[in-house]
């Protein structure tokens, strides 16, 4: 197959309905015009935008891959600013197991969402939390959050204010890795470690802990993302090869929220990627 022929691919991006700035339909027309064909939609804890995104996918022609993100509990790591996320593709919606999975981490949000603005207004600052469900959703995240703080003068730029809100403390529920494998397996999905760089941890403990994870279900793991660097796409394909894993790719576009990230910004192609992008 020839350069002219690749199909391109993004496998990661985040919208309104959770702690992005432009509607699914929006991302859509987006793909459209940078000519990513295909994409997936997968916002933090919640499937509510997906229809939205299939229903202009379609008419635009963009193929549009249902999808989700979530952060599973990384206490078993041990101490240290760790974070687990799980992609989930290929699932249906409205099968038991993922309304099972996203209301978990709907109370678990609101729950830490309340409390952070509950601390933000102890600390001083006119941030509360029905005005930010009024402005974002009940989804909404640090990055939301951020963008206030730095609307209201408060910070210069988003990663000094993410630290702020990280420096409050506020911990929200997770679920054990091993229970959301279950829970997007059984919606017929396909699970998929995000960004393992965010894990902090080394080559040899990712390796480690994907070959358990794969006894538990992992299907892949995110091979390219915009914190990796060439080293570390060269030892996650690798591992992804020998552990017998998908490998999958997606700048994780916020719009606004995250401005150095641009969508398909990572010039992705079907020949980067071995993943399904139709349904199995």
Known sequence: MDGLSLRKVDL?????????????SQIVELARERGISH??????????GIEEAIKRGRELGVNVIPGIEVTADTSFLG?????????????????????????????????????????LEEEGYPVNYDSM?????????KPNLARVLIELGYFSDRERAIDFLSSLGVKRRKMDYGEVLDL?????GIPVVAHPVTLRISHS????????AKERGLRGIEVYHYRHKASDVKVFREMAEDLKLLFTGGSDFHGKNKPCVEFGMLNLTEQDVSFPLNKE
């Open 12 to 24: 990661h991006c985040h919208s309104t309905f959770s702690d992005g700035t432009f509607t699914p």
């Open 39 to 48: 994409i997936s939609l997968t916002d933090h804890d919640t499937v509510s």
């Open 79 to 119: 101490e240290g600013r760790r974070e687990l996320h799980i992609l989930g593709y290929h699932f249906n919606p409205d099968s038991p197991s993922m309304r099972e999975l996203t209301e978990f981490f709907r109370k678990s949000r609101i729950e830490r969402n309340r409390e952070l603005c509950f601390r």
């Open 133 to 141: 469900v009024d402005r974002f959703g009940e989804n909404f995240g």
């Open 184 to 188: 997007i397996t059984e919606s017929r």
């Open 205 to 212: 403990e990712l390796y480690c802990f994907l070959k358990r």
